[in-house]
C-alpha cells in the first residue's frame, strides 16, 4: 500500500504564487506517474496536471503557461508550483500516484485565492 502526504497550501492574494508537494512511502513499488487533481465546493474533481515518471506532462487548459508539475523519482515525490493564482484556483488539491501497487491519493490540501 502506498501513502501520499501533501503540503504546501494556504492563503494567497490573487496573482500570487505557492508551491505544493507530495511524497509517497511504501515498500517496494514502482511509480508510473503522479498528479494534482482538485476539488472546488460544490463541484467535481477535476484535473490538473500529470507528469510520468519519464516525465511527460499533461496539463488542464485553465492552469496552463502558469502551473508547474515536476517529479523526483528518487525522493518519490512531485510537486506543483502555481504562479498568477487566481481566484478560481481555490479548491482542495489532491496528490495521485498509479504505481504496481495501484491508485493511491493523498488527504488533500486547501489552496484558497483571495484579497
Known amino acids: 500500500q502506498v501513502q501520499l502526504v501533501e503540503s504546501g497550501g494556504g492563503l494567497v492574494q490573487p496573482g500570487g504564487s505557492l508551491r505544493l508537494s507530495c511524497a509517497a512511502s511504501g515498500s517496494m513499488f514502482v511509480i508510473y506517474a503522479m498528479g494534482w487533481y482538485r476539488q472546488a465546493p460544490g463541484k467535481q474533481r477535476e484535473l490538473v496536471a500529470t507528469i510520468t515518471r519519464g516525465r511527460i506532462t499533461n496539463y488542464a487548459d485553465s492552469v496552463k503557461g502558469r502551473f508547474t508539475i515536476s517529479i523526483d523519482n528518487a525522493k518519490k515525490s512531485v510537486y506543483l508550483q502555481m504562479n498568477n493564482l487566481k481566484p478560481e484556483d481555490t479548491a482542495v488539491y489532491y496528490c495521485?500516484?498509479?504505481?504496481?501497487?495501484?491508485?493511491?491519493w493523498g488527504q488533500g490540501t486547501q489552496v484558497t485565492v483571495s484579497s
Open positions: 495521485n500516484v498509479a504505481s504496481s501497487r495501484g491508485v493511491a
